[in-house]
T-cell receptor, first 113, second 113 residues
Framework: NAGVTQTPKFQVLKTGQSMTLQCAQDMNHEYMSWYRQDPGMGLRLIHYSVGAGITDQGEVPNGYNVSRSTTEDFPLRLLSAAPSQTSVYFC????????????FGPGTRLTVT | KQEVTQIPAALSVPEGENLVLNCSFTDSAIYNLQWFRQDPGKGLTSLLLIQSSQREQTSGRLNASLDKSSGRSTLYIAASQPGDSATYLCAVRPKAAGNKLTFGGGTRVLVKP
């Protein structure tokens, strides 16, 4: 199993550009989520999904879009990048939203200039 | 709203000493608590998952306890090594609020040779 994979590892964007961060898992997990990690702010939930076709907002959803067309993939779209979105982004998955261990991807370091 | 606190924020110990890391949470209605390790510039690695019905979990030199009624968990690392230097994060999965994993701010550990 590859576990949770994320691409790209690093990205630099200009303000106003859009892009998609990719996340995939091969563990047949139903629950997937996106977090951002910022110094002094810890990990904050952006969006999550409890299964294909079902998504919901987390703590900090503004400026981000998600969709879940398959169980394996959960891409995160930045609609119009802003410097405040400079962060490290982590994707995570677990079999369910309750009792199961959560696994994290290696992260994407995004800089918006 | 669930809040998770880790004190101290940083800890330095000589090699061989036992490490004791603390995590407290405000709402005892949780499914489980998970301890993670994060190395600089890397993703989160799951160390131990304790279900709410359990009192402790062990893996090698690691032992985590959970006292749900008092809202506390402790991670013990026996006979610390320089390779244990990392940031340790705890996270709870609440039974409310969409079951969103809530993280503490982490404890940064340095084990001196």
């Amino acid at each position: 199993n590859a576990g949770v994979t994320q691409t790209p590892k690093f990205q630099v964007l200009k303000t106003g550009q859009s892009m998609t961060l990719q996340c995939a898992q091969d563990m047949n997990h139903e629950y997937m989520s996106w977090y951002r990690q910022d110094p002094g702010m810890g990990l904050r939930l952006i969006h999550y999904s409890v299964g294909a076709g079902i998504t919901d907002q987390g703590e900090v959803p503004n400026g981000y879009n998600v969709s879940r067309s398959t169980t394996e993939d959960f891409p995160l779209r930045l609609l119009s990048a802003a410097p405040s979105q400079t962060s490290v982004y982590f994707c995570a998955s677990s079999y369910s939203r309750s009792y199961d261990e959560q696994y994290f991807g290696p992260g994407t370091r995004l800089t918006v200039t | 709203k669930q809040e998770v606190t880790q004190i101290p924020a940083a800890l330095s110990v000589p090699e061989g000493e036992n490490l004791v890391l603390n995590c407290s949470f405000t709402d005892s209605a949780i499914y489980n608590l998970q301890w993670f390790r994060q190395d600089p510039g890397k993703g989160l690695t799951s160390l131990l998952l304790i279900q709410s019905s359990q009192r402790e979990q062990t893996s090698g030199r690691l032992n985590a306890s959970l006292d749900k009624s008092s809202g506390r968990s402790t991670l013990y690392i026996a006979a610390s090594q320089p390779g244990d230097s990392a940031t340790y994060l705890c996270a709870v999965r609440p039974k409310a609020a969409g079951n969103k994993l809530t993280f503490g701010g982490g404890t940064r550990v340095l084990v001196k040779p």
